[in-house]
C-alpha cells in the first residue's frame, strides 16, 4: 500500500565519492548543533557537533559547516561507503534560560551508497 | 551499561489498553528526555528529565501521556487508553546536566496499536 507521511529528501552517490547534506535550521537564537545517523530499525546514532562560536568542525570522515548568517547547516562525508547508507538528521538547540538540551529536528535527508 | 536502554523493543498493544515503556539511561547522565518518531517522520519531543523532576513536559501530546524517573536513572514512559495514531517509535536520550552536551539515543521502543 501507499505510505503516508513526509517524502524526504534524498542523496544518491557511489562508493568513494564526497557527500554533503543539507539542513536548513529554524531558530537563530539556537547556539549548538547536532548531525545524527539513523539506520532502519535503529535509534540516532551521533556523528558530530557543533557549537555557534565555530563555523566549521572535523571529525574522522567527516565535516560539518555551520553557516550562522543563512542559518545553514551542512554535514560533509569523505570517501563515501555503503556502511554510511542511511538516514541523516540535524538537529538545534536553543538552551536559552534553562540550558538544557532539548532538540528540534530536521526532516532527514535519505543516503544511498551505491558499490 | 554503556548505551541508553529501553525495553521493551517491540510492544504490539490493543487499542484502549495502557502501556509503560521503560528507559535506563547512561549512568551518571543527569538529563533524559523521551522523543516520538512516527512512521517517515523526524523526531519530536515529548519531555524532559533533570534528575527526577520534569521541567519541560511541554511535548506530551496529551493527558493519556505520563512520565516519571525515579533514582535519578530509570525513567517510564506510560501511555493510556492507547490509540491507534499513538503508534510509532519511542526514543529515550541521555545527557550530562547542561546544554551543549551531546545527547545519545536508544534504540527506541516500536509501539503498535491496534
Known amino acids: 500500500g501507499e505510505s503516508v507521511g513526509l517524502h524526504l529528501p534524498t542523496l544518491s552517490v557511489q562508493e568513494g565519492d564526497n557527500s554533503i547534506i543539507n539542513c536548513a535550521y529554524s531558530?537563530?537564537?539556537?547556539?549548538?548543533f547536532i548531525w545524527y545517523k539513523q539506520e532502519s530499525g535503529k535509534g540516532p546514532q551521533f556523528i558530530i557537533d557543533?557549537?555557534?562560536?565555530?563555523d566549521k568542525r572535523q571529525g574522522q570522515r567527516v565535516t560539518v559547516l555551520l553557516n550562522k548568517t543563512v542559518k545553514h547547516l551542512s554535514l560533509q562525508i569523505a570517501a563515501t561507503q555503503p556502511g554510511d547508507s542511511a538516514v541523516y538528521f540535524c538537529a538545534e538547540n536553543f538552551a536559552g534560560g534553562t540550558s538544557y538540551g532539548k532538540l528540534t529536528f530536521g526532516q532527514g535527508t535519505i543516503l544511498t551508497v551505491h558499490p | 551499561g554503556a548505551g541508553v536502554s529501553q525495553s521493551p523493543s517491540n510492544k504490539v498493544t490493543e487499542k484502549g489498553k495502557d502501556v509503560e515503556l521503560r528507559c535506563d539511561p547512561i549512568s551518571g547522565h543527569t538529563a533524559l528526555y523521551w522523543y516520538r518518531q512516527s512512521l517517515g517522520q523526524g523526531l519530536e519531543f515529548l519531555i524532559y528529565f533533570q534528575g527526577n523532576s520534569a521541567p519541560d513536559k511541554s511535548g506530551l501530546p496529551s493527558d493519556r501521556f505520563s512520565a516519571e524517573r525515579t533514582g535519578g536513572s530509570v525513567s517510564t514512559l506510560t501511555i493510556q487508553r492507547t490509540q491507534q495514531e499513538d503508534s510509532a517509535v519511542y526514543l529515550c536520550a541521555s545527557s550530562l546536566a547542561g546544554g551543549g552536551n551531546t545527547i545519545y539515543f536508544g534504540e527506541g521502543s516500536w509501539l503498535t496499536v491496534v
Open positions: 531558530n537563530s537564537a539556537s547556539d549548538y
Open positions: 557543533i557549537r555557534s562560536n565555530m
